[in-house]
């Protein structure tokens, strides 16, 4: 339902309207496969063990982390174009917000056939991961399963449960509720329960446990299930009380071996409030709702520049592609519409390359990264994008 108080450029949503119809027929095209920037972890990973060799590769990867925007495009493009959950999820999304049609039917059941062939092989349960090692020197085997992988399916079955079969989409969810619950498990923190990221991890990751808690006050509604809804609330909860007094959050506090990962950035703090905020509309909590003011407030002061995502409160550019169609989402979560707008504004004039490409990176200088991403960038930004779209 398009927001009254909101009125975009109805040019600019003419534009939009036809980049939507060019990314989601590029996506169909490319019969939803392609690259990661994340698949440069698995090239580290098979020299990280080796002697004297893999001490070095773990140096470099830190170091080297923050210019991935610098490596070539050839680069990142000479492995096999892959199939990866969390962009069918982004691009179920994507459908689920389009016109009901024909052509979005077909789609999303495409999409989700392809899903059921994606899931993840270590997992007793419904759950999804990345088909590829990530994590350099301490890696995740290809297809370890996350929550944060399982929420995004998850979240793209909901959005498109009107063009899906529900006898063959119930089994599928309920199957997913419970790798979350036996197979990662839930942390009990001395603030509340937070959803773990994965198997065996014990960290208290925040943004992964307020996204998935979201998501799980989604399907309880769905469901009808009053125990979903009364844990994803307090899980959402444990989150209020993880919030720094500016309204920020930490990427995880300090929980038994583990010690405080202080990062904070626009993506993660984008997970944060999308899952406040998404589980709230159904929750209705008045302490979840102050706390999604707060941190925007925060987002709003601190990573945002001029209608630009900053990367973190110290740093603006590069502006990366996954950060502007998150900050999409965010905006559209809380009902910032206005920025919203000037998010989207920016996707397109910086951000898209024609013929349904969105680009990695741009910088201050004018210089740009022309990768192109199916998790990183066309999948999240056709989602969010179409998101935006269908509020206006």
């Known amino acids: 339902m398009p927001n009254s108080s909101f009125e975009y450029d109805r040019t600019k949503a003419q534009e939009l309207d036809e980049v939507l119809s060019q990314t989601g027929a590029w996506l169909e095209e490319a019969e939803y496969r392609g690259n990661d920037p ?3 972890d698995s090239v580290i990973t098979g020299v990280a063990s080796k002697p004297l060799i893999g001490p070095l590769v773990g140096f470099a990867r830190t170091v080297l982390k923050p210019y991935h925007s610098l490596i070539p495009k050839r680069f990142f493009t000479a492995a096999k174009p892959i199939m990866i959950p969390q962009a069918l999820g982004d691009a179920l999304s994507g459908e689920g917000y389009r016109s009901p049609d024909d052509l979005a039917r077909k789609r999303a059941r495409g999409l989700f056939q392809n899903l059921l062939s994606s899931r993840s092989p270590l997992s007793q349960n419904t759950a999804w ?3 590829f090692a990530w994590g350099g020197t301490k890696a995740t085997p290809p297809h370890w399963p996350t929550t944060i992988t399982t929420s995004t399916v ?3 079955i909901l959005d498109a449960w009107h063009l899906l079969d529900e006898k063959d989409v119930l089994p599928e969810v309920e199957s997913a509720i419970r790798f979350v619950f036996d197979d990662c498990g839930i942390l009990e923190t001395d603030q509340g329960p937070c959803i773990l990221y994965g198997p065996g991890d014990t960290r208290p990751i925040l943004n992964a446990s307020a996204f998935a808690a979201g998501v799980f006050a989604r399907v309880g509604e769905f469901l009808g299930r ?5 844990f994803a609330q307090d899980a959402l909860l444990t989150i209020v009380r993880y919030q720094n007094d500016d ?5 995880a506090p300090p929980h038994g071996e583990h010690a405080l990962d202080d990062i904070i950035d626009n993506r993660h703090t984008g997970y944060v409030l999308e899952g406040l905020a998404e589980g709230n509309n159904l929750l209705k909590n008045e302490e979840i709702a102050s706390s999604i003011e707060r941190g925007w407030r925060y987002l709003e002061e601190n990573l945002i520049d001029d209608g630009k995502p900053r990367w973190s409160p110290e740093q603006t550019w590069p502006i990366d592609s996954s950060d502007v169609s998150q900050s ?3 905006a559209v979560s809380v009902n910032k519409m206005e920025f919203a707008g000037e998010f989207a504004n920016f996707a397109l004039d910086k951000f898209y390359m024609g013929d349904g490409r969105f680009r990695y990176k741009v910088f201050e200088d004018g210089r740009s990264n022309d990768s192109v991403f199916i998790r990183w960038t066309q999948a999240p930004m056709y989602k969010a994008l179409s998101k935006f779209r269908a509020k206006v």
């Open 38 to 40: 994340y698949q440069i």
């Open 129 to 131: 991961g990345l088909p």
């Open 154 to 156: 998850l979240s793209g």
């Open 226 to 230: 009053d125990d979903l809804m009364n």
């Open 247 to 251: 309204g920020s959050w930490y990427y």
């Open 328 to 330: 999409i989402l965010t």
